[in-house]
């Protein structure tokens, strides 16, 4: 080696060597810690299981999906401890630790206090440290119950068991844990039921020590649970320790060490956040979020795959997510989800709803063949690919070879009572080109398996599929690509970043007419919007109550974070690594210091509420493709290496590494193989690969970029190779390998600067933060407050006193509940409606057999419960309207019919016979003191205003329908939801015929 090029080397020899003699002094894990003073963040645990626990790290638990949550459940809101009389309030904190495997308290008065979530068990450690003995109270709160009598407490060998009476018994249809166990390594005494404020707690434990270790787990029975936190107690060190263990594994094995602190810290925050989604909930699989997204997407895990396990090695994983989704594909080759892989499967259910997952599934398995060369993968996953294939079609292609799908069958899925918020039926973009890909994809696996007449056929197919898109799908002239097809074959011409996901349809031409609109319609410096800020429909805000509703703004503006993975793959395509990295900054930034420690959310909002202002964060804490692309994009687009290990065993390494992140040191890893990549570009970019730990050789190539030309060098490795890959002069490339197993082959061409420069000179968009949207601007209807709907009056004039009777919510042929242990047996089973009236309001109450409130919006005060109030105001039967809607399926009598109707759910609606809109109700966050519903009495209640209802009349009549309510996952009002002939976790069941209204308990007061 040169002195010249020596000097070159040693900085960054000497930057690892130093980071390096720092990292064997401290744990990895405890390097990237991160502090938080005088503010609150979420921060989040897994267990690798089934399990969750997510809270505050400054404050008590703000919102009603914080708490301890197994298999799908949660079974503790939070916890407060009590010294003597004072409660220990988390406001007084002096700093929080968040570490990736712990949290750590400091308090002001000298408090310590720890928590871990260890691995594998359903279990919680932990610590408070006093400055000196005393009396402590430990309380844990609970929010589904609020009286002891719902509650078996007991306490046997120094562990306290709370369960619910609802639920003593784990059984298939109630599949998860019963007892909630509290186990410490100190003596107590039991404390009778507390309550704090709004917060609930049916029993405590008193302590006199100043060191105390609990443990908080469940279990299914006494026994088992009394075990398990005892065993947990006495190993509690060890346990700690292998779960950080595990943790520092994880990053030690796939070090990267840029000159960006900040980019490697929230790298390494990235991989273990993410792997924290990959869990074994019923089998193994990827959280697509949390806290509400505990369980497996397909679409979600597919575009995860490659960030969340292959390009960190992590193979054994990743085969068996592709494994456990395949064994669920539709097989049946009647249903015309024939071929499809489920769209979602949690503890209890999976359904297809999905026109994008398979081909995402088809295009992971084939990049995990890819990057692990695994035959006997191919043959076991083919038949698989091939029913796909067959499925598509036989019962969802048109004469062009397009893929069709329902309206909600893309990633854009957000549906109201309405339908969906954002029709994408009956070919979208994305799935086209998906589609196509999915083609070529099932083709090569065909090939390696010598089926070379199928692997024709699909070929075939996707030349058909081509051209027709190029046809019917593009403008080229204004380099637009329609997001879809109707079913007329009309393109729909609003502006979304689907087109983003089509590039592999196009050449560089195009492909960079369709970035250049993308980037400069779409993107922010902080992220992608889903629709263009230019659109009538367009939402600044995810969340604007009470102007509508958050599934509104879903798809319809709001940015998520998984987007930018695919502008910044784009990007770095044409070598725009700078402008990619813009992106990736803001993504870093949110990692570190903003949201949920240590993670990315799903979504920003697409505005700021101000100039000076950040996007709000929104949607799920953490997200797993979020998480995912960013970490795909370091190793896929700026490191750029790209495995092939198809056929022969190639790898081939192109780094765009961006300014900021200077000098780069990575370990590769891909199964139990490594080796370790140095990149130096001071003056000229140089190359080395170094700790080669491989089984069998390996052709590599290196490219480097230089002044208008790229340079590629081609040669072989074996285990311990060396290699230096260097410029010299911008005129020559110099590959140095020991040992030298064959001649590098060296290639010099000229590079395509033209579209690079294009993109380069293409601005962000701005956004153009005003009140002039139209969604932001009141309705032409009245929008009730829970001030006028929440209005009482004891004098008022009764018009109808009507009772029902219990236990008939059984609707027309024996109706059975959603198997979903939060559809509580009495909720769709009306025992009595009362309307009272004064001058100014009428005043509606329904008493229920029984309410309940999950807690996922406690300002409703109860859930799942769907009311619909026909009000005949005349008798007359030629007038008014007989169809109740909201896919209630049910149509009044010939003689009965009315003027008015009122939808109760997730809020109020108000409409005249002709389906008119007249007042609303969208409830907000502080309308939870005194909301629509009461569980306590199973009562809800409600006031409209004379103005808006009319003053009643003595002959008014009135028929109330009961069902269950579906939001479909997106909050507001809701409507009625399915009932099917067999029950599943979301639908009733025991429907003989399917045109049967989906009605439980009518009433009628005539």
Request: aromatic share 12%; proline share 4%.
């Amino acid at each position: 080696m040169k002195f010249s090029e020596l000097k070159k080397t040693l900085p960054l020899i000497f930057t690892f060597l130093h980071f390096y003699s720092n990292a064997q002094e401290q744990y990895l894990v405890d390097k990237i810690a991160i502090e938080v003073i005088n503010s609150s963040r979420e921060f989040a645990f897994t267990n690798k299981e089934d399990t969750y626990y997510y809270s505050e790290t400054n404050s008590e638990h703000r919102s009603s999906w914080q708490g301890f949550n197994v298999f799908g459940r949660e079974y503790l809101e939070d916890y407060l401890f009590q010294l003597d009389e004072s409660l220990l309030k988390r406001n007084f904190v002096k700093k929080a630790l968040v570490l990736p495997y712990q949290l750590k308290r400091i308090y002001n008065n000298g408090v310590e206090e720890t928590l871990t979530l260890l691995d594998s068990f359903p279990v919680v450690i932990v610590n408070i440290k006093l400055p000196k003995t005393q009396k402590v109270s430990f309380f844990p709160l609970v929010s589904d119950f609020k009286k002891k009598s719902d509650f078996i407490i007991s306490a046997r060998n120094n562990v306290l068991l709370i369960a619910r009476k609802n639920h003593t018994e784990r059984t298939q249809k109630q599949n998860y844990p019963v007892y909630l166990g509290i186990a410490s390594n100190k003596k107590f005494n039991l404390l009778d039921e507390q309550s704090f404020s709004n917060n609930y707690s049916p029993a405590g434990c008193k302590f006199l020590e100043n060191n105390i270790r609990i443990a908080i787990g469940v279990g299914d029975t006494p026994e088992h649970t009394v075990r398990m936190l005892n065993y947990v107690l006495k190993n509690s060190e060890i346990l700690i320790q292998k779960r950080k263990d595990r943790m520092e594994k994880v990053l030690q094995d796939t070090f990267v060490e840029t000159e960006n602190e900040e980019f490697n810290r929230a790298l390494m925050w990235a991989k273990l956040s993410m792997d924290a989604l990959i869990m074994n909930q019923v089998t193994k699989g990827i959280f697509a979020g949390l806290p509400w997204f505990n369980n497996y997407w397909g679409r979600d895990s597919f575009i995860s795959l490659p960030g969340a396990t292959l390009v960190t090695g992590n193979f054994s994983e990743a085969r068996k997510i592709l494994t456990s989704f395949a064994v669920f594909q539709e097989q049946d080759e009647s249903s015309i989800n024939y071929g499809r892989i489920p769209n979602i499967i949690t503890t209890t259910h999976k359904s297809y709803n999905t026109a994008d997952g398979t081909p995402r599934f088809v295009i992971a398995a084939y990049e995990y063949y890819k990057y692990s060369g695994d035959k006997n993968f191919v043959e076991e996953i083919f038949p698989y690919l091939k029913i796909a294939i067959e499925g598509s079609l036989k019962y969802r292609t048109d004469k062009f070879y397009f893929l069709t799908h329902d309206d909600a069958d893309t990633w854009m899925d957000a549906v109201g009572p309405d339908g969906p918020w954002t029709p994408r039926g009956n070919r979208a973009n994305d799935v086209q080109a998906l589609w196509y890909e999915q083609l070529i994809c099932s083709a090569e696996f065909a090939k390696v398996l010598n089926k070379h007449q199928l692997a024709e056929e699909w070929l075939k197919i996707s030349d058909s599929l081509k051209n027709n898109f190029t046809r019917y799908f593009l403008d080229s002239s204004k380099g637009f690509i329609f997001d879809h097809l109707n079913a007329d074959d009309s393109p729909d011409l609003k502006d979304r970043p689907n087109q983003i996901f089509c590039t592999n349809l196009l050449n560089d031409h195009l492909r960079t007419k369709i970035l250049a609109n993308v980037i400069r319609n779409l993107t922010f410096e902080y992220g992608v919007a889903s629709l263009s800020q230019e659109d009538e429909q367009f939402h600044p805000y995810h969340q604007n109550p009470p102007f509508y509703v958050k599934d509104a703004a879903y798809h319809q503006g709001t940015v998520w974070t998984w987007l930018s993975g695919e502008v910044i793959s784009e990007l770095c395509y044409f070598d725009c690594k700078e402008k990619a990295y813009t992106l990736t900054k803001n993504l870093v930034h949110q990692i570190l210091n903003h949201g949920a420690v240590g993670t990315i959310s799903e979504l920003l909002d697409a505005h700021p509420k101000s100039q000076n202002e950040e996007p709000a964060l929104s949607g799920t804490f953490s997200q797993a493709w979020s998480l995912a692309e960013f970490i795909r994009n370091f190793y896929q687009d700026y490191l750029n290496i790209q495995f092939d290990f198809s056929n022969e065993r190639r790898i081939h390494l192109h780094p765009r590494i961006p300014e900021p992140l200077g000098n780069v040191r990575a370990k590769i890893k891909f199964g139990d193989e490594y080796f370790t990549i140095i990149y130096s570009n001071k003056n000229l970019p140089l190359i080395e690969i170094a700790d080669v730990n491989i089984y069998s050789p390996i052709s590599l190539t290196v490219e480097l970029n230089s002044n208008g030309k790229e340079f590629s060098c081609s040669n072989t490795i074996v285990n311990s190779s060396y290699i230096k890959v260097s410029l010299i002069d911008t005129m020559d490339i110099i590959c140095d390998c020991k040992p030298e197993i064959s001649k590098p082959i060296v290639k010099v061409s000229e590079r395509e600067l033209y579209f690079r420069d294009i993109l380069m000179n293409t601005p962000f968009a701005v956004p153009r933060i005003s009140a002039d949207y139209a969604v932001l601007k009141p309705p032409t209807y009245k929008l009730l407050n829970n001030k006028e709907i929440k209005k009482v009056n004891i004098h008022a004039v009764n018009l109808i006193d009507v009772n029902d009777p219990a236990y008939d919510d059984t609707g027309y042929t024996g109706y059975k509940y959603p198997l979903n242990p939060n559809f509580v047996d009495g909720i769709l089973d009306v025992l009595n409606f009362k309307v009272d009236y004064d001058s100014e309001n009428v005043y509606f109450n329904f008493k229920f057999r029984k309410l309940t409130n999950p807690g996922w919006h406690p300002e409703y005060g109860f859930q799942l419960t769907y009311i619909a109030i026909a009000i005949d105001e005349d008798g007359k039967v030629e007038s008014g309207r007989r169809e109740i809607g909201m896919n209630s399926k049910y149509v009044l009598a010939e003689d009965e019919a009315f003027e008015k109707i009122i939808y109760v759910g997730g809020g109020l609606r108000i409409e005249n016979e002709k389906g008119d809109i007249i007042a609303l109700y969208v409830p907000v966050d502080s309308d939870v003191n005194n909301p629509l519903g009461d569980i306590s009495n199973s009562i809800v209640s409600f006031s409209l205003p004379v103005e808006i209802i009319e003053k009643p009349e003595r002959n008014w009549r009135f028929i109330v329908l009961v069902g269950a309510q579906d939001d479909h996952g997106g909050a507001g009002l809701g409507d009625f939801r399915n009932v099917d002939s067999i029950e599943s976790e979301w639908s009733g069941g025991g429907k003989t015929n399917p045109n049967l209204p989906n009605v439980y308990d009518i009433l009628k007061t005539f």
